[in-house]
């Protein structure tokens, strides 16, 4: 008898695909630290809502226990209750913050990578993160406004004349080109075009401005 399980059984070697993420340090800080704090926040809700249910379990299991006992159980309880909804509420908070940095970093631009060496890998990065002359920067402002849902102002021109290289730092504010809607927060809304891929952003006035 011939075993066929040879002709059941195909492999195929793949070439490892690399995408690399422009992005600031600052950034990673900011995923870092958010990360942090919402992992820590987590642990805390985890442990008081144990102290919840160990609470309750004692309460149902308690067998004529003293008056003065079941209230202090009803205090810890509420207690345990209220710190696990806040603990969650910060978790939740910190860890949404970090992913919204991440979503942010994605959507800075790319630099992908062609080959499967690594060596090959930190070349195409070395080249893609070159300075280059101003004059022939890769990074060109298509459109931008500084708005409130009662009025909007462009600011375009101002922002291109702050590029440096291939990088606008800035920050979101009156002084780029005056107050649009005094008294009201305004929004900072930036399409750019870095490498060939268009990107929108949008800050919040006082907002630190990065890009890409």
């Given at each position: 008898?011939?075993?066929?399980?040879?002709?059941?059984?195909k492999?195929?070697?793949?070439?490892?695909?690399?995408?690399?993420?422009?992005?600031?340090?600052?950034?990673l800080q900011?995923?870092?630290?958010?990360?942090?704090?919402?992992?820590?926040?987590?642990?805390?809700?985890?442990?008081?809502?144990?102290?919840?249910?160990?609470?309750?379990?004692?309460?149902?299991?308690?067998?004529?226990?003293?008056?003065?006992?079941?209230?202090?159980?009803?205090?810890?309880?509420?207690?345990?209750?209220?710190?696990?909804?806040?603990f969650?509420?910060?978790?939740?908070?910190?860890?949404?913050?970090?992913?919204?940095?991440?979503?942010?970093?994605?959507?800075?631009?790319?630099?992908?990578?062609?080959?499967?060496?690594?060596?090959e890998?930190?070349?195409?990065?070395?080249?893609?993160?070159?300075?280059?002359?101003?004059?022939?920067?890769?990074?060109?402002?298509?459109?931008?406004?500084?708005?409130?849902?009662?009025?909007?102002?462009?600011?375009?021109?101002?922002?291109r004349?702050?590029?440096?290289?291939?990088?606008?730092?800035?920050?979101?504010?009156?002084?780029?080109?005056?107050d649009?809607?005094?008294?009201?927060?305004?929004?900072l809304?930036?399409?750019?075009?870095?490498?060939?891929?268009?990107v929108?952003?949008?800050?919040?006035?006082?907002?630190?401005?990065?890009?890409?």
């Amino acid at each position: 008898m011939t075993d066929s399980s040879d002709k059941l059984i195909k492999s195929e070697i793949k070439g490892r695909k690399v995408t690399y993420y422009l992005t600031a340090e600052e950034d990673l800080q900011n995923v870092k630290s958010n990360s942090l704090l919402g992992d820590i926040f987590s642990v805390l809700a985890s442990l008081t809502a144990g102290g919840t249910i160990s609470v309750i379990l004692t309460r149902a299991t308690g067998i004529q226990l003293p008056q003065q006992t079941n209230d202090v159980l009803g205090v810890l309880l509420y207690f345990f209750i209220l710190a696990t909804f806040i603990f969650a509420c910060f978790g939740v908070y910190f860890h949404s913050r970090s992913f919204a940095t991440i979503k942010k970093i994605k959507g800075s631009g790319t630099v992908k990578s062609l080959k499967s060496g690594n060596q090959e890998e930190i070349v195409e990065t070395a080249i893609a993160d070159e300075e280059i002359p101003s004059g022939e920067s890769r990074l060109e402002i298509l459109k931008a406004a500084y708005w409130t849902s009662n009025a909007r102002v462009d600011v375009t021109e101002e922002l291109r004349k702050r590029i440096v290289g291939n990088k606008l730092e800035a920050i979101a504010s009156n002084e780029i080109k005056g107050d649009p809607d005094f008294g009201t927060v305004k929004k900072l809304t930036i399409e750019y075009r870095f490498d060939g891929t268009t990107v929108t952003k949008e800050f919040t006035e006082g907002e630190r401005i990065v890009i890409p």
